[in-house]
């Protein structure tokens, strides 16, 4: 039996086998699916809650899901205690900021090493991979001595310059990079283009989805950060919303309802941004960012 032969059997064969499910089995598969996502949310119905009741409810026994009396006035109460508006500001310009750099820096540099030839390539390369290897908690002290040492502390040359580069996203990015037919890029340079208008005109367009891909993943990792943002800022007005955060809970007593409602106020940006490249997320991820040679 040849392999022309073999195809249709096997079209065939799954075909029968889709036909063959009950539709109990399907109501079953749906029902565990169902389920499995609704535990995904639960912590994040269950924050939203909390957000609305009286600081007393929320240690209630048995727990209710539905606050007795909704605390809309909890939203309002965050600003007054906090300056939470500047807290997300400085979160956001910081992300964007940390985004478009590491997109900028690691697109060129992924496109010398997929790209260029130049000696010590390869060698270069598995240094940039061993980077990952390394805990971010290893080169905190250094870091912050050199920043220091520089009088960046309280500016956001501290909170952004640092991670203007990543070794994954360079990783990402060449992996997409190889992805690309090098015909297009020799069909460019015999038009007369050179490596920048090649990299921008070609490279950068066609790479798009891994490209957005890294920049969800920049863009939610400085959003989170909270370690570096801690030990580099002193001042209120330059810190960031996860430290700004970690300032309700005291020593003695935490205002749960409070500290709920500015993390429900904190996902709104995250949820905003992955709704928005999901296309592209998944694109990067299933199709050019792991694919390369």
Known sequence: MTVDTMQPLQTQAETNVRRSRTPVVNWVIFTVLLLGALSMCAPFIWMISSSLKAPTEIFKYPPAL???EAQWQNYSRIFTLIPFGRLMLNSLFVSVAVTALQLLVCSMAAYAFARL????RELLFLLYLSALMIPSQVTLIPNFILVRQLGWIDTYAALILPFAFSSFGTFLLRQAFLTIPKELEEAAR?????????????????????LGALG???FIAQWNNFLWPLITTTRPEMQTLTVGLAGLRGQYNTDWALLMTGSVLAILP????FAIGNK???QGITSGGFGGR
């Open 190 to 210: 015999i038009d007369g283009a050179s490596y920048a208008q090649v990299f921008w005109r070609i490279m950068v367009p066609l790479a798009r989805p891994a």
């Open 216 to 218: 969800i993943f920049t």
């Open 117 to 120: 030839h130049f000696k010590g």
């Open 66 to 68: 539905l606050p007795a």
């Open 280 to 282: 592209s997320f998944i």
């Open 270 to 273: 995250i949820f905003v941004v």
